[in-house]
Nanobody
C-alpha cells in the first residue's frame, strides 16, 4: 500500500506560481509511476502530468505544457508539480496518483491505483 498526501495548494493571482508536493509513505516511489490530475467544479477529473518510475518518460496535458513541471525526489519520497504562469482556468482540486511501475505512463485516472486526498488550487484573475 502507498499512502499519498498532497500539500502546497492555495490562492494565487493569475500569472503566479505554486509548487505542489506529494509525500508518499508505505512504499518507495522509485517503484511507481506517478501522476497529477485535477478536477474543477462540475467537471470530470482530468490528466495534468505524469512520469515513469525512473523519471525518464514524462507526459503533460497540452493545456499545461511549458507551464507545469513534474519532478520527484527519491530521497524524500516526494513528487512535485511546479506550476508557473497560472491561469484562472487552472483552478481545481489537484490530486496526486500512483501506479505500479510500467513502461506506459498513464494519462487516464483508471490507470492509477493510489490517490491522495487532494489540494485546492485557486487562481484569481
Amino acid at each position: 500500500q502507498v499512502q499519498l498526501i498532497e500539500s502546497g495548494g492555495g490562492l494565487v493571482q493569475a500569472g503566479g506560481s505554486l509548487r505542489l508536493s506529494c509525500a508518499a509513505s508505505g512504499r518507495t516511489l522509485s517503484n511507481y509511476n506517478m501522476g497529477w490530475f485535477r478536477q474543477a467544479p462540475g467537471k470530470e477529473r482530468e490528466f495534468v502530468a505524469a512520469m515513469d518510475w525512473g523519471g525518464g518518460n514524462i507526459n503533460y496535458a497540452d493545456s499545461v505544457k511549458g507551464r507545469f513541471t513534474i519532478s520527484k525526489d527519491n530521497a524524500k519520497n516526494t513528487v512535485y508539480l511546479q506550476m508557473n504562469s497560472l491561469k484562472p482556468e487552472d483552478t481545481a482540486v489537484f490530486y496526486c496518483a500512483g501506479a505500479r511501475r510500467s513502461l506506459r505512463v498513464g494519462v487516464q485516472s483508471s490507470e492509477y491505483t493510489y490517490w491522495g486526498q487532494g489540494t485546492q488550487v485557486t487562481v484569481s484573475s
